[in-house]
């Protein structure tokens, strides 16, 4: 089954180039199904590429998704079109009284601020708090995945000395979970970010259990021992050209900004980049949605 998208989203376009089977709301209403409702949390600064990608990985699943797209109300994206986020896009006022099988919090280029700097840091924090009991599962990533351990277990991060770029072999601690069911002994995944959390601040937590980590860069995947807050500090999201594209970006700047390891052949930024970990980000995803949202959400909430 395909993932159910608001009718004329962008996205719609550029994911059937890729023979990705998207369902617009206008047909999908016509199957009698129950789908899954899922509500994207959209912090990054490119909304339209961050909801693609995500969007990407929903819809390889046999289960029909609902998507609702949500933004901070009150924060002026500069980076998005007005009209794409009044067309798309809901407040958080807008859908509180809803019940939601899942959530998924992003990333968002605030990660050098302390987490009370952030102007949409008080809602943030009353959306959070409102998922514990209107959502089957949360999906954080990346800053969304810092977010959410200082506010749910007051695990705090750490600037880093240089930023952690590129793509990194990561290692399973154990293959029970479902959430990573499938993945080789050893996978890759992207990272970008100046921030890190600390691993034994995880293993100290005993409400966590950390599923995946890097000898380079420390954790990866962390899960909480109820199964209803999932952390990646990575991008398993992110589509090909976006390490390239952030990296072109900076260097225009005049930003000291190194080339991202693992990406390039010979780490050399004038090739073509090589994909590695495709395969595991829909793993990921389709793993979410089946074992961590499907198999225990309420067929009728109430």
Not at 118 to 139: A, G, P, Q
Not at 254 to 266: A, C, K
Request: net charge negative; aromatic share 12%.
């Amino acid at each position: 089954m395909p993932i159910n998208v608001p009718n004329n989203l962008p996205a719609i376009a550029e994911l059937r180039k890729e023979n990705i089977f998207v369902m617009e709301e206008s047909r999908a209403i016509q199957q009698d199904v129950r789908p899954l409702k899922v509500v994207i949390l959209n912090l990054m600064p490119l909304k339209k590429i961050a909801e693609t990608d995500l969007i990407r990985n929903l819809a390889n699943t046999p289960m029909q998704v609902e998507l609702d797209l949500l933004h901070m109300d009150g924060h002026e994206s500069k980076n998005t079109p007005r009209e794409h986020m009044e067309v798309f896009y809901k407040t958080f006022d807008q859908i509180k009284h809803q019940k939601y099988d899942g959530l998924i919090i992003t990333g968002a280029p605030v990660e050098l601020l302390e987490f009370e700097e952030v102007d949409y840091w008080n809602r943030l924090t009353e959306i959070m708090k409102w998922s514990k009991e209107n959502v089957t599962s949360t999906l954080h990533i990346c800053w969304g995945a810092q977010a959410g351990l200082y506010y749910h277990y007051g695990i705090k991060k750490y600037p880093l000395p240089k930023k952690v770029f590129g793509v990194f072999d990561h290692k399973i601690t154990d293959r029970k979970p479902h959430l990573v069911r499938g993945f080789d002994d050893v996978f890759p995944a992207p990272h970008s970010r100046y921030t890190e959390n600390r691993m034994e601040d995880i293993q100290n937590q005993p409400d966590l259990f950390l599923l995946a980590w890097s000898e380079q860069i420390g954790s990866n995947i962390v899960i909480s021992k109820d199964n209803r807050q999932i952390f990646i500090s990575g991008h398993l999201e992110y589509n090909p050209l976006t390490l390239k594209n952030e990296y072109d970006r900076d260097k225009a700047k005049g930003l000291d900004i190194e080339v991202p390891r693992n990406y390039f052949p010979d780490d050399n930024p004038e090739s073509e980049p090589v994909i590695r970990w495709r395969a595991h980000a829909s793993l990921l995803f389709s793993n979410w949605l089946n074992y961590y949202v499907y198999q225990v959400t309420p067929f009728e909430w109430e």
